[in-house]
C-alpha cells in the first residue's frame, strides 16, 4: 500500500492487494432543489439507496477486514438521522442535491476502523440514477 499527500492534501492510496468491502443502506427523505428551474423545485420525495466502499489490505488473524457490521453501524447513525426527514432542514448538507447528499455522507462517515480507508459514497436518488462523491480516490 502506498499512500501520497498530494499538495492539496488529499491522500492517494494505492496499492496492487487490496480488499474493497461494499455496503448499502437506504433511507425515504423528502427535498426540494432550491434554484433548480423545473418540476425537482417542488417538495417531493425519494427512497435513496447509499453505498459506501473501503479498501484495505491488511486482515486480521481470522481473515476479516473489517467488520460489516461495524461499517453497518456507522452508516446507520448516519441514515437514521435522514431517514423520514426532509432534506432541505439539514443545513449541513446545502441545496439538497445528490452531489450535495453524498458528499455530506461522506464527511460524517466517522470511526472507521484503522485497518480501512473509506473510498467512496454513492447515493442512488432513483433505479437509474446515482452520484458518488470521494476524496483523493478514482474507480
Ligand atoms: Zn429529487
Not at 24 to 43: I, M, N, P, Q, T
Request: aromatic content about 12%; some cysteine.
Amino acid at each position: 500500500m502506498i499512500i501520497t499527500l498530494a499538495l492539496n492534501g488529499v491522500e492517494y492510496y494505492r496499492g496492487d492487494r487490496m480488499y474493497r468491502l461494499r455496503i448499502e443502506s437506504h433511507f425515504d427523505a423528502a427535498h426540494k432543489l432550491v434554484g433548480y428551474k423545473g418540476k425537482c423545485s417542488r417538495v417531493h420525495g425519494h427512497r435513496w439507496k447509499v453505498e459506501v466502499f473501503v479498501l484495505g489490505e491488511k486482515l486480521n488473524s481470522i481473515g476479516i477486514l473489517v467488520d460489516f457490521d461495524v461499517l453497518k453501524q456507522i452508516l446507520e447513525k448516519i441514515v437514521e438521522k435522514l431517514d423520514h426527514s426532509f432534506l432541505n432542514d439539514f443545513k449541513e448538507i446545502g441545496n439538497p442535491t445528490s452531489e450535495n447528499i453524498s458528499k455530506y455522507i461522506f464527511k460524517n462517515l466517522k470511526g472507521l476502523p484503522n485497518s480501512v480507508k473509506l473510498q467512496k459514497v454513492r447515493v442512488w436518488e432513483s433505479p437509474e440514477a446515482w452520484c458518488e462523491y470521494s476524496e483523493g480516490f478514482t474507480g
